[in-house]
């Protein structure tokens, strides 16, 4: 039930966004499975808000993204980078700050596909620390 309304809150705070803003739904996969929200901050910026499964338990994280250049640049690819954090419940809880580069390839108005990676550190409830390559691909739906 907690890991429940962990979960829950944190994609709360998602809808609590001005209504102007491009939002977008979408899934990806990668290091995990999951279901997403992202909202446009301002037109240089976004964040995005998730739970998924990722091994054998489930999570949920926030990303801050940052585009390099909010124009597609060649074919429709609009380079980005950010960081975020996860929190992930399987065999105790996990606590997994990151950091990524990425690029969403707009294929129209309404549809993105995205791609993204990057090293991301794992602290967990047992003491135990390690590190490794975060990475996930997905695809983004305009909300509004």
Known sequence: MKKTLIALTILGGAFATNASAASYGGVHAG????????TD?????????????EGAG??????????????????GFVPYYGAG???GFADGVSFSPRAFVGTDFV???NARVFGEVGPKVTLN?????????????????RLN
Not at 41 to 53: E, Q
């Open 31 to 38: 290091t995990g499975l999951g279901v997403h929200y992202q």
């Open 41 to 53: 901050i301002d037109a240089d910026s976004a964040y995005r808000v998730g739970v998924g499964f």
């Open 58 to 75: 489930i999570g949920a994280g926030v990303d801050y993204l940052n585009r390099v250049d909010r124009n597609p640049v060649g074919n």
């Open 85 to 87: 954090v996860g929190v």
């Open 107 to 109: 294929v129209n108005q």
């Open 125 to 141: 409830s047992a003491g135990n620390t390690g590190v490794a390559l975060h990475g996930r691909v997905g695809i983004n739906f």
